[in-house]
């Protein structure tokens, strides 16, 4: 499963300059664990296909953009990414969700090596019971909104299994007329709002989903940097002080978006009405601080499982580099003019990696499978 950066830099395109509108055009986190690969994306280009992007690896601004196919342009992947680029071409739409599915198949084959699929294991049982709790909360959230008055502040605490059903389909069946739909159809839309709304959970929902964990990591992440920037000096803080930055316009974007999805809930009988009548758009909506967080997790583990000192400084000059670039179209979504510019502007304080050619390939690729397994 070796990896070796191909030699020359004339046979690679130009570097062209990456400050991107929207999220779709930013592409999405692929989890290669190929090093020459690290903060790539995929994107759909204007006339079809896919597109990667690829951080310039000599750690200066700009990037790579090349067709899909055309990763061997850049290295040697390994086996894992070589699989992983095929089952990504053959996606109908890339989003972080449908990524992270694709590469938890492929670490379950064990080809992201043991951990790895021992993790994608468990991470499966946790999807399935997260979606299963998501489906729970969203029924008993309609059973209280058609029901106020006789069921009041209901819990699963308070009634018995059996007693909570029979309500449950109650509120299926009365709801269902509202919205011209029967009560069949009103329990699938049920499912789907479930399976929509898994990744970022809904409101009273314990333990906390994925994204609601990656959110609690990113803020950790950013009080390190912060306490980093402030103790230390050169190169290493001014990292550090760049992706505490993105991490803290990040998390406010991230908030944001999850307090607007999980109001949602709190109107059931409209939401399944707009959820019959035109589900992307809500889709869209619920998926946003996926799309805000996506890429994130690596730089998290990067530094969660950096040594003392000397290695937090190699994994801050790796993290600068991986740091996503925030669109512009975050703007629209939380409403308010924010500062997308940030990255750029801190990239020119950050020195270029002029040693990026250079490691035990096989020991950074080991490494990053050992990240596959704590990311799944």
Not at 216 to 228: C, G, N, Q, S, V
């Amino acid at each position: 499963m070796s990896a070796d950066f191909l030699p020359s830099a004339p046979d690679l395109p130009l570097v062209q300059a990456y400050h991107p509108t929207t999220f779709l055009e930013r592409g999405v986190a692929v989890p290669f664990t190929t090093p020459a690969l690290q903060g790539s994306r995929a994107r759909p280009p204007a006339r079809g296909g896919l597109e990667i992007v690829v951080p310039n690896p000599s750690g200066g601004r700009g990037v790579y953009i090349l067709p899909w196919a055309g990763v061997c342009q850049l290295c040697r992947p390994t086996v894992h990414d070589t699989l992983l680029t095929e089952r990504v071409a053959a996606l109908r739409s890339v989003t972080p969700a449908a990524m992270r599915q694709v590469a938890c198949e492929l670490a379950a084959e064990g080809f992201a090596g043991r951990s790895a699929q021992a993790a994608a294991g468990t991470a499966a049982k946790g999807d399935r019971e997260d979606r299963l709790t998501a489906n729970f909360l969203l029924l008993l959230a309609l059973t209280e909104q058609v029901y106020p008055a006789d069921l009041g502040a209901l819990s699963a605490e308070r009634v018995s299994p059996r007693e909570l059903e029979q309500r449950a389909r109650r509120a299926v069946a009365r709801v269902g007329p509202r919205i011209g739909r029967s009560p069949e159809a009103v329990a699938e839309a049920l499912e789907q709002l479930a399976e929509a709304f898994a990744g970022i959970g809904v409101p009273r929902q314990t333990p906390a989903p994925r994204m609601i964990r990656l959110l609690d990591a990113l803020a950790r992440l950013r009080a390190d940097m912060l306490a980093w920037s402030k103790e230390h000096a050169g190169d290493s803080a001014a990292q550090a002080e760049m992706a505490g930055a993105v991490a803290d316009l990040t998390i406010a974007c991230a908030r944001r978006t999850l307090a607007d999805a999980h109001a949602l809930v709190g109107d059931m009988p409209t939401l399944l009405r707009n959820w019959a009548a035109a589900p992307d758009p809500l889709r869209a909506a619920i998926a946003r601080p996926e799309w805000l967080l996506d890429g994130w997790e690596q730089i998290c583990l990067l530094w969660r499982n950096a040594t003392r000192d000397g290695g937090q400084r190699g994994a801050l000059s790796e993290m600068a580099l991986l740091v996503p670039v925030l669109p512009r179209e975050a703007s629209d979504w939380v409403g308010t003019v924010i500062d997308t510019d940030l990255t750029m502007r801190f990239r020119k304080l950050v020195r270029q990696n002029e040693d990026w050619r250079s490691g035990v390939i096989v020991e950074r690729v080991a490494r990053y499978e050992a990240l596959r397994a704590l990311a799944i």
